[in-house]
């Protein structure tokens, strides 16, 4: 009986969905379900409906790393009807147990302890740094050209490894929003069939501290006051430039915050850095150091700072929907991964650079970064608290062939991955929950605890043993064991000290300043001169404005300026340094895949012109939103914003395919964004979507009417600006324009 109320619940949900398809054009990302909804309540039991087509869980593992053979659905809810967590079915779940319908509640009501019970355990302590997350599925297929510098398996030639990556923000709790300046961390677990590895980096390649023992230091400074709890998920307070202006080191990090990196536009557009120098050995036992980098397909690109502060009251969650949305659509984002190799001597220095100190980069004119392989995201997490909010990044997962070196702030994590998890995930056995188990045959005598999933079996978790015949067995090269490189530790006294190779804290950030267009030049001044004036002491403007002035006069003067200080004199011989024009992200193309574009439509548009434009542009990979007076239809076309619903945040190129009279609704006191409408034309919201297209540089077109908004705008004959007989032809000309991601000069630089 059950499977046939389940097969005609499939069916009906299979002939709605063929009816809405038509309609709706699925191409479009967002729908929260796998099916649509029925208007009346379903009634007739059936099975629970499949994951979304971008959606995926982890592989169906036991605890000790065997495969099942089950689908992954195996791990979620099963049959069609209620029950507890036992498996009883219950006939009620709206109503608790009383003596009568007036009386109390009884305490045998079952159901409702458990029930309460677990709503009350939900939460788990969300993580001290890197709290606001988003999580995706993927595959990565090496090259194999890392196979002569490193043993490790899942980097030889076509071997194709499944990944679960996890992007966040450092500072913010889990419900702030994406879009703050902030660093991005890009964590990548990589499910080899050597053992886990966990590539834990972020979207910068250098780090605050040089040493583990100042991380509580810096997070403490940069996360909000302690006695009133703001302001949250930046570094725009006293305590942060406090704490950087007194600890000098930290001033290439807080340059690359302040830079354009800080507010990345998707994560699909961010680079990845695992910040530290590791040790690599391939099979001849030979070595050399390396740095990781994640190199994006689509370009490093950011957002502007207006787009910024607009999307964190718009739509805070902007970045993890980019994501999800862009692998529903099939734009799977994609990351080339490449190393910097060093060769491995004492000194463990190049270029005159210290390997082991990570406030330093090594420019990849010096270094060139060599691709190993290909990452790509292809599916969503079924569910978010068991996936992203439970994944589990250690950098001390290692698979054979890479190791550790002796970076003070990497041998400090080592301890600190492990520990954080004990109170995060209840127990020393977090590895065996689903996201985290391992793809290798785990046989690690380590016994009960907390949440044990494992069922072990055997009478000698201990070595040596023969009760059990003598497993688990040592391994050797032959079977691929983990290389713990035989490095000669150099005799030397006891010290809290670093090499004296770590105290220039000046130079590099000056290179990084140097290395930018004058547009990033002056990015990083307003970020620098917002933030500071944040800060209500005057003391602490001073004394970062000496650290400005120790890297390049002009920041300092232009920084000065705005705070209306006096600018300082350098204290430190300004650095001799070369550019690196890898650092800049102004100055390329880049493909478009996955892009959104804005369709301005109106009821007198010629309709059949823009479903031609609207298929053009899902025909090159991206996704078009048409906006329009009202939700619904317009003529046969699905509307996707309104304008009272629609801002230009959300899109990276606007079409104008009408020029649409204000709405019913465009009144100033229905609609904070309309603005006066009483003698318009054209609808305000309208011309505020066109504004502020055009002050984020972005790429506008209009054809027909809609060519009069740009005239209304008082943008016509602009860079960046275009006009055409068809839409095809402005889309042509308009992609064009997407490919350096912004029309650069539209931005005024106060600074060469």
């Known amino acids: 009986m059950s499977s046939n109320f389940a097969k005609a619940a499939k069916n009906a949900v299979d002939a709605a969905a063929e009816k809405v398809a038509d309609v709706l054009a699925p191409e479009v990302p967002g729908a929260p379900g796998s099916a649509p909804p029925t208007v009346a309540e379903p009634t007739t039991p059936h099975d629970p409906l499949p994951p979304g087509k971008e959606q995926g869980a982890p592989e169906t593992r036991t605890p000790t790393g065997a495969r099942t053979g089950a689908p992954s659905t195996a791990n979620g809810q099963q049959g069609a009807f209620l029950t507890t967590s036992q498996g009883a079915r219950l006939r009620d779940t709206d109503h608790s147990l009383k003596a009568g319908p007036r009386g109390p509640v009884l305490l045998q009501d079952h159901h409702l302890r458990e029930k309460i019970t677990h709503f009350d355990h939900e939460r788990i302590p969300e993580r001290v740094v890197h709290a606001r997350g988003a999580g995706a599925h993927g595959v990565f297929t090496a090259y194999g050209t890392a196979e002569g510098v490193t043993r490790a398996g899942f980097l030889k030639k076509g071997r194709e490894t499944d990944v679960f990556v996890r992007f966040s923000t450092v500072l913010g709790s889990r419900g702030s929003a994406d879009t703050v300046r902030d660093t991005r961390g890009f964590a990548t677990k990589f499910y080899t069939d050597e053992g886990t590895f966990d590539l834990v980096g972020n979207n910068m390649p250098v780090f605050f501290i040089q040493d583990a023992i100042k991380f509580p ?339 300092c003067a232009q920084v000065a300026t705005g705070l209306g200080l006096p600018a300082p004199e350098p204290t430190v011989p300004l650095a001799d340094v070369a550019p690196s024009p890898a650092l800049s992200q102004v100055g390329r193309q880049w493909p478009t895949d996955g892009r959104t574009i804005g369709i301005v439509v109106g009821p007198d548009s010629d309709l059949d012109g823009v479903g031609q434009v609207r298929r053009e542009v899902f025909a090159v990979g991206m996704v078009p939103l048409l906006i329009a007076p009202h939700g619904g239809m317009v003529g046969d076309l699905p509307v996707q914003r309104t304008f009272a619903t629609g801002r230009s945040v959300e899109f990276d190129a606007l079409l104008l395919a009408a020029a649409p009279a204000p709405a019913p609704d465009a009144l100033p006191a229905s609609d904070a964004k309309a603005g006066a409408a009483d003698s318009a034309s054209v609808d305000p919201r309208v011309l505020l979507l066109v504004q502020e297209c055009w002050r984020h540089a972005k790429a506008v077109g209009a054809w027909g009417a809609g060519v009069t908004v740009l005239d209304q705008a008082g943008v016509t004959g602009t860079p960046g600006v275009v006009t055409g007989d068809s839409g095809t032809e402005v889309l042509t000309a308009v992609r064009q324009l997407m490919t350096a991601h912004r029309v650069w000069e539209r931005f005024p630089a106060s600074v060469a």
């Open 217 to 555: 230091d810096v997070i403490h400074a940069g996360k909000p006051h302690p006695d009133r709890e703001i302001p949250q998920a930046q570094s725009a307070h006293d305590t942060f430039w406090d704490f950087v202006s007194l600890h000098t080191e930290a001033q290439h990090h807080t340059m690359w915050n302040m830079s354009d990196r800080g507010i990345p536009r998707s994560f699909r557009t961010m680079e990845g850095f695992g910040v530290h120098s590791f040790r690599l050995v391939n099979s001849a036992g030979e070595t050399v150091l390396a740095k990781f980098h994640w190199k994006p397909r689509l370009g490093v690109h950011s957002l502007v700072w207006e787009e910024a502060q607009l999307l964190g009251g718009i739509d805070p969650d902007f970045h993890r929907r980019d994501l999800y949305d862009a692998i529903e659509a099939g734009a799977y984002p994609e990351w080339e991964l490449g190393i910097q190799v060093f060769p491995d001597i004492p000194e463990e220095t190049f270029a005159g650079i210290d390997l082991l100190d990570p406030t330093k980069i090594v420019p990849e004119e010096l270094a060139p970064v060599q691709p190993v392989g290909k990452l790509m995201l292809n599916r969503t997490p079924t569910n978010f608290f068991a996936e992203t909010e439970q994944v589990a990044f250690h950098v001390g997962h290692l698979p054979p062939g890479i190791d550790v070196t002796n970076d003070p702030l990497l041998q400090g994590r080592l301890f600190s991955y492990v520990d954080t998890q004990l109170t995060r995930l209840g127990g020393p056995n977090f590895s065996q929950i689903p996201i985290n188990r391992p793809h290798a045959a785990v046989n690690d005598m380590l016994r009960d605890g907390f949440h044990q999933d494992a069922v072990h079996a055997g009478v000698a978790p201990y070595r040596p043993n023969s009760l059990d015949g003598g497993n688990p067995f040592p391994a050797g090269d032959a079977e691929h064991a983990f290389v713990d490189v035989p490095v000669t530790v150099a005799e030397a006294p006891k010290v809290r000290a670093n090499s004296a190779s770590f105290d220039d804290h000046h130079s590099q950030a000056r290179l990084f300043w140097l290395s930018m267009s004058p547009v990033e030049k002056e990015h990083i001044v307003r970020a620098y001169t917002f933030e500071l004036g944040k800060c209500y002491h005057q003391a602490i403007k001073e004394r970062q404005l000496q650290s400005l002035a120790n890297i390049d006069p002009v920041l």
